[in-house]
């Protein structure tokens, strides 16, 4: 893929991501989530003091929940559509967090700038057209003796069986299209961060919800029992 395709990639992307969470109350559905974030936070060991930054920040549980253990935290995303909410968030909880719009193929942010980098179901891991690059990039930014700890949706859990049969209405994707699923599996989270040296640890963990706002997801997640998976990836730079 030479630089123009990228960038045109990039570009659809990061319009697809904004107008889909902008066309309903994804503040909402985001408050069904916070174990999920929970997760994270305890698996990244997040205490007072360390530089954070969270990749997909959504309408911020990851960073305010990290904020709240006295962490200094950057949250990121494609667009600036939710950034409002995380704000309103923010003030209301008395807590301090930087809120950027980035492209999580080219970070703005200088090598070993953070001790931890998180995210929690991120939109910009599983629609970034090159997961290897996004790979590369938190990897770049994450300082020697760092975490990187990541949890995604997995393929074979509630999410992703509704992700089939979305898909069955669309048309099929471009031939080396990334997969969505690329963070949500042993073997590809390894083969993503595996080239940089790092050892992967991988949880299987279950997340329950009585979600009923999001219309795709109701009967799916209409009751305790109705869990979806994901995967918790937290490696520790060397």
């Known amino acids: 893929m030479n630089e123009a395709e990228f960038r045109e990639d990039y570009e659809l992307a990061r319009r697809m991501h ?12 985001a408050e069904q989530l916070t174990g999920v974030s929970a997760a994270v936070v305890e698996a990244a060991r997040i205490g007072p003091g360390l530089r954070v930054l969270d990749l997909g920040a959504g309408s911020g549980n990851t960073a305010l929940l990290a904020a709240g253990q006295g962490a200094e935290v950057t949250a990121v995303d494609l667009t600036d559509d939710l950034f409002g909410t ?16 980035v492209n999580p193929e080219d970070l703005p942010f200088g090598a070993g700038r953070f001790d931890r980098v998180l995210s929690a179901v991120g939109g910009p891991l599983a629609m970034a057209p090159n997961q290897r690059r996004v790979a590369a990039e938190m990897v770049r930014v994450c300082r020697p003796g760092g975490v990187l700890a990541v949890a995604s949706w997995t393929a074979e859990g509630v999410v992703g069986q509704v992700a089939r049969v979305i898909a069955g209405y669309l048309p099929p994707p471009p031939p080396g299209a990334a997969s969505p699923w690329a963070w949500a599996a042993e ?26 706002c999001w219309p795709p997801l109701r009967l799916a997640l209409a009751n305790d029992h109705d869990c979806c998976a994901y995967r918790l990836a937290a490696r520790d730079t060397r």
């Open 18 to 29: 904004g107008a889909m969470w902008a066309a309903g109350d994804y503040a909402r559905v």
């Open 86 to 101: 995380c704000r309103q968030r923010a003030a209301a909880a008395g807590l301090t967090v930087t809120w950027v719009a």
């Open 187 to 212: 073997d590809s989270v390894t083969a993503l961060l595996g080239p940089f040296g790092y050892p992967v640890r991988m949880a299987r963990r279950m997340a329950s919800s009585r979600s009923t």
